[in-house]
Structures are given as C-alpha cells and as structure tokens.
C-alpha cells in the first residue's frame, strides 16, 4: 500500500508553539509518521507521510483537535502519494518563522492578496497586463515553471524583499500574480507587496501542488516537473512522483 503525504500550513496566532512541540511529536510518534513540521509563533508548516489512516488521523487532530482548540480550521492541505516513504525521521522544530522572510512586519493574519483558484489561473496570467512571478528558489523554477513567469534567482526565500525593492514599481507593476509550491510563501509575499503600495496582488490557491491535482495536463500551461522537498524529489501531472531519471512511478 503506497503512503499518503499531507503538505500543510496556515498563518495562526501561536503564542504556545513551543509547549505544542512535544505533544505534537507525540501524536506523530503516535501514528507512525516521519517528515518535518515548524512551530512559530505566526503558525505551523510541514508535510508528513504515513498510512492513510495515520494522516487522516493526524489531520483530523490538527483540525478539530483539543492540542490547537479550534486554531487550524483553516488549514491549507494538499495530498499526495509515495510508493516507499519519503522521509527518514520525524523532526517536529521551533523557528522563528514559518516561512523566512525576515520581516516582523509582515501578518498574513491581517492582510493577503486575492486567492485565485486553479480554475481560474490560466486566465489570469494569460493577461497581457498581468506579471507573473514564481516565488520559489533557482534551482526550484531550473525544474518546472508557468509560461511567461519571471524567476527572481532567489537563493533563498528571504531575498525576494531585495528582488521586490529592486525590481517591482507599484507605480509600472499594477497586477501581479505569484505562486509557490503549496502557497505559504505567496501567502507572505503578498502581504509584504500590499504593505508597499501594490494594490492589485494575486496569488495561486493551494500553489503547483493544487494546480497540477485538479488540471488537466492538455489543459495546464505548467512546464516541467515541481520540487517538493522530500525523497521523490518532483510531482508531475495528477501528482505522480518521478524518478530521477525523468520517469514517473504510477
């Protein structure tokens, strides 16, 4: 039976991350799943693998749970499956972040850009008026990317504040549309834009994971295959994993 992976995050009030980790760890423990999850402050982040039940279970924990008491309701989730698992350990850490841009002023609590489903994606950054820019870092976009989208060469994450002083003009670059491997980094990215004057900022719901799941491939304009940051390495099409020799495992 192949393994189930679940991609999460959500932006949520905090205060107790660090007493959450070992209760956390426990329940993981618990279930028989590895991978990796972050505590902060601002929320948690991570993707996991185990049995079906096992990460439905810890899902349904997260969600309705008494160790969060209702703070993850809204928890975005992507599914996936592994044919061997994808993971080495479990590792359950604090940061300070949960996504690194190194801006505390910075609260996707507060203010985002506008969600734009899967469905409408495509229309979107078809746009002659609309930048499209992919958030992630070089060697991601080297693996996969859209159509006509900008690749800032980030190193990592935390430059694209120095890419966004450089580059972007919220008085030149009235529409942009970003996206991400799951979202959480469009999710920041956004919120950094909106609060330096851009007014029109579009981000991919669910990011390539949620696109490459629910659209069909004649129909997608994603090129390539989406890094994802465990042992498959990449997600094609209907998320099937490939193989390092370009091949996928169906």
Request: charge should be negative.
């Amino acid at each position: 039976m192949p393994f189930k992976v679940a991609a999460l995050y959500q932006f949520a009030a905090l205060p107790d991350f660090r007493e959450l980790r070992e209760p956390l760890r426990a329940v993981c423990t618990d279930l028989g799943l590895k991978g990796s999850v972050l505590l902060a402050h601002e929320g948690i982040n991570g993707t996991v693998a185990g049995s079906p039940e096992g990460i439905d279970t810890f899902v349904g924990e997260l969600q309705h749970g008494a160790l969060f008491d209702g703070r993850l309701d809204g928890l975005e989730l992507k599914f996936s499956r592994a044919s061997e698992m994808p993971f080495q350990r479990l590792k359950v850490r604090l940061k300070k972040e949960i996504v690194t841009l190194g801006d505390a002023a910075v609260d996707p609590t507060r203010q985002v850009g506008t969600y734009v489903e899967p469905s409408d994606w495509n229309a979107l950054i078809s746009a002659p008026d609309t930048l499209v820019i992919d958030t992630r870092n070089a060697f991601e976009v080297a693996m996969g990317t859209f159509e006509g989208a900008i690749d800032p060469g980030l190193k990592s994450f935390g430059q694209f504040k120095d890419f966004a002083a450089q580059i972007l003009d919220p008085a030149k670059h009235r529409k942009i549309a970003m996206f991400c491997t799951g979202g959480i980094r469009c999710e920041k990215a956004s919120a950094y834009l909106l609060a330096r004057g851009f007014d029109e900022v579009y981000h991919l719901k669910g990011g390539i994971l949620r696109y490459l799941e629910g659209i069909p491939e004649k129909e997608s304009r994603w090129r390539g295959e989406c890094f994802v940051f465990d042992e498959r390495l990449a997600l094609g099409h209907g998320l099937r994993e490939h193989k390092l020799n370009g091949g996928s495992d169906d």
